[in-house]
């Protein structure tokens, strides 16, 4: 039996529909696509590693007019975004005193800017059946930590848009998730997995309450999902 057929989902629930996906080369990002086309949908594929091509984006999220063609190209190449996934980030930590102003920048671009910029540029799309918005946040978007400050405050950041929008859009119809995973075994994580890899979750672990929050019947919605690794 499949974790899919565990939660009582069927095997192609997701059939008819389109996901777009960033941070689709690794991580989370990866096993949320990998487990989408698993249960039927076509899954178009944003990564900074990825070749153009139908069904796949290379894009580098901290640059504006990247972001800005791909949103060109999926409203030219897509009739609808019936889910949009956004799973791309990048962390950098240790403590305030040494952090520059490059740092947060970075960590602004890719974790707050480029889902803002992309989602408001599917937004036509994503109200055609309408879609769903999953923002991939962190444990750190709910409660920060020490020597995490600048990638703590993208996070809160991302919190108060995926608020907002869902206060916005709700009445279209679009669904907005924000998922807050602990420490996960991504290459993001890779030091600290290599010390203590039984108290990270799996990317798949992430993957599949992401759909199962997607598959929830459309009477309700599933706003906040926190999860943690079991062993602490």
């Known amino acids: ?38 249960a039927g949908a076509k899954v178009w594929l944003v990564g900074r590693r990825l070749t153009d091509g139908p069904g796949s984006s290379c894009v580098d999220l901290s640059d504006v007019d990247q972001i800005e063609r791909l949103g060109k190209t999926l409203r030219s190449s897509l009739s609808q975004v019936d889910i949009l996934v956004h799973a791309a980030g990048v962390l950098r930590v ?9 740092d947060l920048d970075m960590l602004y671009k890719v974790n707050l800017r480029a889902p803002f910029l992309l989602t408001k540029a599917l937004l036509p799309l994503l109200r055609v059946r309408p879609g769903q918005v999953v923002f991939v946040n962190s444990s750190v978007g ?3 930590k020490s020597g995490a400050g600048l990638y703590s405050a993208t996070k809160y950041g991302l919190r108060a848009l995926a608020d907002s929008l869902r206060q916005e859009v709700n009445a279209d119809g679009i669904r907005v998730i924000s998922i807050f995973p602990g420490k996960t075994a991504t290459p993001m994580h890779e030091a600290d997995k290599q010390r203590c890899p039984e108290r990270f ?3 798949s672990d992430v993957a599949a309450s992401i759909l199962y929050s997607l598959a929830l019947p459309c009477r309700g919605e599933l706003t906040d999902l926190a999860l943690r690794p079991l062993r602490k």
């Open 201 to 203: 979750l799996q990317p």
């Open 1 to 38: 039996m499949s974790w899919l057929q565990a939660c009582g989902l069927d095997e192609d629930v997701f059939h008819d529909q389109t996901a777009v996906v960033t941070g689709a080369t690794s991580g989370i990002g990866q096993a949320v696509a990998l487990a989408l086309k698993r």
């Open 94 to 102: 240790g403590p305030l005193e040494q952090a520059t102003a490059e």
């Open 142 to 144: 709910l409660t920060a």
